[in-house]
């Protein structure tokens, strides 16, 4: 009988021992879980992308009651920061800079001089936030589009001229993908819409207002980037 016993614990404990032995090879042979349609379930994309830009920005007038006013394109460069609240759209908050001058074609005498002149150097900023809509697609490009509200602040470097701000808004649309790990790329254009509404001066300096607004309007510019972004 203890015999019979002994054999039996034996027999059983031997069975534990290969049980234990085996389990971990069977865990490493189980296959993912999959959606429905055949789809692996896969690690969640990064909420956070930083995007960095660069490319050439252009337009930029306004008629004024001396003549026109001209912010001619120039190099700018572009920097966002932009969380995924949703698996396809973003909250994303965007800095624009545009190192320019101001010139102006003027209808008559302005100053002691007629036409066409340079009155300062110039930088632009915008900074926008609003909400960017992505489509995604089983290539390797994905388009996106958005629109965005916020400030915009000419910046002259003369004294004689002081800085103006006001609201802009702003529409975009473009391509992004990856490129290897967290690293991808992007192409963008935006239309920049500085929204000047009321009657007056602009760029007054020490000496008073010597550029007149003759009535609300808006200066549209737009810019063609391309660059990296970095999601994390």
């Given at each position: 009988m203890l015999f019979r016993l002994a054999t039996a614990s034996a027999r059983w404990a031997l069975l534990a021992v290969a049980l234990w032995q085996a389990a971990p090879a069977a865990r490493a042979q189980v296959a993912p879980p999959t959606y429905k349609g055949g789809l692996t379930l896969t690690k969640p994309p990064a909420p956070w992308r930083f995007d960095l830009v660069g490319g050439r920005q252009f337009f930029g007038r306004l008629d004024l009651i001396q003549g026109r006013l001209r912010i001619p394109g120039s190099f700018n460069w572009s920097a966002s920061l932009s969380y995924g609240w949703r698996s396809d759209n973003r909250f994303t908050v965007t800095y624009v800079n545009q190192p320019s001058e101001l010139r102006l074609n003027s209808y008559g005498p302005f100053e002691g001089l007629v036409g066409d002149r340079r009155l300062t150097d110039l930088t632009v900023h915008y900074i926008l936030a609003g909400s960017i809509q992505e489509f995604p697609t089983d290539g390797p490009v994905q388009?996106?589009?958005?629109?965005?509200?916020?400030?915009?602040?000419?910046?002259?470097?003369?004294?004689?001229?002081?800085?103006?701000?006001?609201?802009?808004?702003?529409?975009?649309?473009?391509?992004?993908?990856?490129?290897?790990?967290?690293?991808?790329?992007?192409?963008?254009?935006?239309?920049?819409?500085?929204?000047?509404?009321?009657?007056?001066?602009?760029?007054?300096?020490?000496?008073g207002c010597s550029i007149g607004l003759a009535g609300g309007s808006a200066i549209l510019q737009m810019n063609a980037n391309a660059g990296l972004t970095v999601s994390f």
């Open positions: 388009p996106f589009v958005g629109g965005q509200l916020g400030l915009v602040v000419f910046d002259p470097r003369s004294a004689r001229f002081g800085s103006e701000t006001r609201m802009a808004a702003s529409l975009t649309g473009g391509f992004r993908g990856n490129l290897t790990g967290p690293l991808g790329w992007k192409v963008q254009t935006m239309l920049l819409m500085p929204i000047l509404w009321t009657e007056g001066g602009l760029f007054c300096g020490p000496g």
